[in-house]
């Protein structure tokens, strides 16, 4: 082969493993959770940060808590979730932070339009729950340890009921993430806890609707958070501090704003505000 030859088909080969090598510095693995996957808030709102830097973004969708878990193994370099308390010890045991707030929307109780446990209308969410324990009316429980989870079980909690009791039989965890949840309850005329903007993204409905909202502890707070590179000398912290930025800047901002379903929006920005209440 005449070295003229050899040597620029070295040279491409060289530019091509650059090019890759480049590329795959120019990307991101953030952990989220299920809402934000699912409600097709991230097919939205990712395109538009990777256009404006350049920087790809691969998402793994777990409930919260197995996110922030991913997060402290090192295995991405942004968690963005909807646990406050579990962000905040996440933070304080050094994984990460600072926290951010990001958006909030807020969670419904959803339920089959027949309500063998007459809920519909009720503005407490506990009195709710109550009801549905009385009935022993059938219940769909995500059982994933996410944001959702854990909201429902502080709503029973402060309804005074262990649902524990019931479970296998009225009571039914499922381990899994808010859509099959919904295509669960759907498939039993089961109630449920639901964040709305997977809810509204929803469609295999059947006979589900929502039957409890308005409720102040229903408010659902998400928050996005570095994973520490002091710990995990592998995350990249450049770029992820760059998503982080982006998302609570005016164009983050209003990227998650113009996002709507049917014309209503499902993620309202708060970076810069105080919580509803607070």
Partial sequence: MPILRRTLLLLAAFLAWAGTATAQERSITVASTTSTEQSGLFGHILPLFTQA???AVRVV?????????????GDADVVFVHDRAAEERFVAEGFGGPRRHVMYNDFVIIG??????????????TAALQRIAAARALFVSRGDRSGTHAAELRLWQQAGIDPVAGRGQWYREIGQGMGPALNSAAAQDAYLLADRGT????RNRQTLKILVEGDARLFNQYGVMLVNPQ???????????????????PAGQAAIAAYKIDGE??????????????
């Fill in 112 to 125: 089959p339009a027949a309500d063998p446990a007459r809920i519909a209308g009720l503005r407490d969410s």
């Fill in 61 to 73: 969708a777990l409930g919260t808590g197995q996110a922030l878990d991913v997060g402290r193994r």
């Fill in 231 to 249: 710990r995990h000398p592998g995350v990249k912290a450049a770029e992820g501090q760059r998503f982080i930025d982006w998302l609570v800047s």
């Fill in 199 to 202: 809810w509204l993204s929803f």
């Fill in 53 to 55: 830097t350049g920087i």
């Fill in 265 to 278: 929006q499902l993620f309202f920005p708060n970076a810069d505000k105080p919580e509803p209440g607070a």
